[in-house]
């Protein structure tokens, strides 16, 4: 049964930072590409992060490009999300990826706020 499940999301200061996990089971991990969504009250999910199968490659939305950092480790099967400099308008539900069945996993909440 193919599973994603996100941890370490929380609330924290405006310039604060955190960092996202994600852990997969069900695939053989290392074989696929991850991505990370995620979805502001009152708006649509959206892309804001993906990295290759070997880590070599990333890529990134402009308004997380130069905050945010995605990684992963092959060996635990999990990708990470590391946000720095966080803004109000980072206030979200983070969502992991999967490219393998393509689906998401239920999220974990990220609140931005003095």
């Known amino acids: 049964q193919v599973q994603v499940v996100e941890s370490g999301g929380g609330s924290v200061q405006p310039g604060g930072s955190l960092r996202l996990s994600c852990t997969a089971s069900?695939?053989?991990?290392?074989?696929?590409?991850m991505k990370w969504y995620r979805q502001a009250p009152g708006k649509e999910r959206e892309w804001i992060a993906s990295?290759?199968?070997?880590?070599?490659?990333?890529n990134y939305d402009n308004s997380v490009k130069g905050r945010f950092t995605i990684s992963r480790d092959n060996l635990k099967n999990t990708v990470y999300l590391q946000m720095d400099n966080l803004e109000p308008e980072d206030t979200a539900i983070y969502y992991c990826?999967?490219?393998?069945?393509?689906?998401w996993g239920k999220g974990t909440q990220v609140t931005v706020s003095s």
């Open positions: 069900g695939f053989t991990f290392s074989n696929y590409g």
């Open positions: 990295i290759s199968s070997s880590g070599r490659t990333t």
């Open positions: 990826y999967e490219t393998y069945t393509g689906d």
